[in-house]
């Protein structure tokens, strides 16, 4: 009687670890089912966002080679159309050598008042979901600041809470989308106008660019930004 319980019990102990071992067979490796790299390469796994890709770059020229008024001939990538808000293109001033130091910006120091300057893909939308991002070079003076502008494909122009304000000398700044909240512009006054704007469609972003909301204190140490190149990463969507 003993001899069978004796078996009885190593075969329940055989039947249980094989019933362990196949248990852990079927279960995933850690990050199971995304490859290598943990689904951050191609095809990215589910749920992943797709990589962005540069969608908008404008590095600005100086046509006529001293400071001067903003013009057309100022943007150097011939796909891109320009907007002025707030005020007169003309308040707007384009300068720098483009050497040593000093990139080719956009000065805001003669504004009478808040203004707002656009970029648009004359061929694309901007998709800005997922992990877009703005890249730019700027410097500020005072207690300006260099904020994130769009406009949707409706028409509605945002402002972003991101606020850069490199004072010693020009900074690359780089940030995501996703971590910006919007609030409507008034387009004519630069303006903020009500709250924040909750969960607005960025997946067809109609133009792209910067305000500075507070007036220009002139030439000198006081009040203005400078923004020189542009980068914009994420999906280009097809305006037709």
């Known amino acids: 009687m003993r001899k069978h319980s004796f078996k009885f019990f190593v075969l329940l102990g055989v039947a249980l670890s094989a019933a ?40 600005w020229k100086n046509s006529t080679g001293a400071e001067h008024p903003f013009a057309p001939e100022d943007v150097s990538n011939s796909n891109l159309e320009w907007k002025v808000y707030g005020v007169k293109p003309t308040d707007v001033l384009v300068t720098g050598s483009g050497r040593d130091g000093d990139p080719i910006h956009l000065w805001t120091g003669l504004c009478p008042g808040a203004s707002a300057v656009t970029l648009k893909d004359k061929s694309n939308y901007a998709d800005l979901t997922g992990l877009a991002r703005i890249k730019w070079v700027v410097k500020v003076s005072g207690f300006h600041q260099v904020r994130p502008v769009i406009k949707l494909a409706d028409g509605t122009l945002l ?77 280009a969507v097809p305006r037709s």
């Open 20 to 59: 362990v071992f196949s248990s852990l067979a079927q279960e995933p490796a850690p990050g199971g089912g995304q490859g290598k790299g943990g689904g951050r390469g191609k095809g990215g796994g589910k749920g992943i966002p797709a990589r962005p890709v540069l969608v908008l770059k404008e590095e």
């Open 159 to 235: 402002v972003g809470n991101h606020a850069d304000e490199a004072r010693a000398d020009y900074l690359v700044s780089e940030f995501a989308i996703s971590d910006v909240r919007w609030i409507r512009l008034d387009p004519d006054k630069v303006q903020t106008k009500g709250d924040f704007v909750a969960n607005p469609d960025l997946s067809k972003v109609d133009e792209i660019g910067f305000a500075d909301l507070t007036p220009g204190s002139g030439h000198g140490a006081g009040g203005w930004i400078d923004v020189g190149e542009i980068d914009v990463y994420g999906k």
